[in-house]
């Protein structure tokens, strides 16, 4: 088990750009979670998804963020137009049904 | 509303001496709680969780944690730290929508 896989590791843009964070959830993981994490504000679940169906996204800061799941074991999240107040660890989550979150290494994103 | 609090920013103690992590927590019904830890440049690895039946839960790397309905309360311990404990502990709560509190970071003397 590869556990949860992010990409890229590490972004580093310039303001206004757009920018797409990548995750492959674990196999047989029907719960696929967002999550921002930042000194002033801890870890922010920002979307998630059940059976690649977003159900909640309430986190979702504004409208220049996005998530999709175009199948079971992709998802992506784009930010456009990046600004710097995004730079953020992102981290995404995968879980099945009665189980806790395995978490990725994350996405260390800053925008310049 | 959920919400979970870590009132220790930061803790330090001396390598060989026990462990207390307080974690605090506000949840409408019988709550998922769990211990996740953080190692610098890493995503966050489960320690331990709490859904039902015995208030004393054991993890992995000799932690441990009770649950007390009574003082909403789910404290993590351990009795003897090691060097490489020095990391940031999260306590969480939750079915789905799971809320984390800010952490605290464990420092090690040696």
């Known amino acids: 088990d590869a556990g949860v896989i992010q990409s890229p590791r590490h972004e580093v843009t310039e303001m206004g750009q757009e920018v797409t964070l990548r995750c492959k959830p674990i196999?047989?993981?029907?719960?696929l979670f967002w999550y921002r994490q930042t000194m002033m504000r801890g870890l922010e679940l920002l979307i998630y998804?059940?059976?690649?169906?977003?159900?909640?996204d309430s986190g979702m800061p504004e409208d220049r963020f996005s998530a999709k799941m175009p199948n079971a074991s992709f998802s992506t999240l784009k930010i456009q137009p990046s600004e710097p107040r995004d730079s953020a660890v992102y981290f995404c989550?995968?879980?099945?049904?009665?189980?806790?979150?395995?978490f990725g290494n994350g996405t260390r994103l800053t925008v310049t | 509303a959920q919400s979970v609090t870590q009132p220790d920013i930061h803790i330090t103690v001396s390598e060989g001496a026990s462990l207390e992590l307080r974690c605090n927590y506000s949840?409408?019904?019988?709550?998922?709680l769990f211990w996740y830890v953080q190692s610098p440049g890493q995503g966050l690895q489960l320690l331990l969780k709490?859904?039902?039946?015995?208030?004393l839960v054991q993890g992995i790397k000799g932690f441990e944690a009770e649950f007390k309905r009574s003082q909403s309360s789910f404290n993590l311990r351990k009795p003897s730290v090691h060097w490489s404990d020095a990391a940031e502990y999260f306590c969480?709560?939750?079915?789905?929508?799971?809320?984390f509190g800010k952490g605290t970071r464990l420092h090690i003397l040696p």
């Open positions: 949840y409408g019904a019988t709550p998922y």
């Open positions: 709490y859904f039902s039946g015995d208030t």
């Open positions: 998804f059940n059976n690649n169906v977003p159900i909640d």
């Open positions: 989550a995968s879980s099945r049904v009665g189980s806790p979150l395995h």
């Open positions: 969480a709560v939750g079915a789905l929508n799971i809320i």
């Open positions: 196999s047989g993981h029907d719960y």
